[in-house]
């Protein structure tokens, strides 16, 4: 896909699935996000990449498993 590209961390607030459809509410900080580059790409088809970083540590316990 080619057109433009907008880069923020955010995180994901709530999803649902309707048939084949998946509906993402992602909330972000202003201060990360360019609301006037979200603007010039809010019409017509978009291509979401997830990356997520997990940082808890795991029990003893859950290790051993």
Known sequence: MQG???IFK?????FK???????LQ????????S???LNEISEGAVMV?????????LTQESEKK
């Open 49 to 57: 990449n997830l990356e997520a970083s997990q940082t808890e540590l």
């Open 17 to 23: 699935t309707s048939g084949g459809e998946v509906t």
């Open 10 to 14: 955010g995180n994901i607030k709530s």
């Open 4 to 6: 433009k590209v907008i």
């Open 26 to 33: 992602i909330t972000a900080d202003t201060n990360d996000v």
């Open 35 to 37: 609301l006037d580059r």
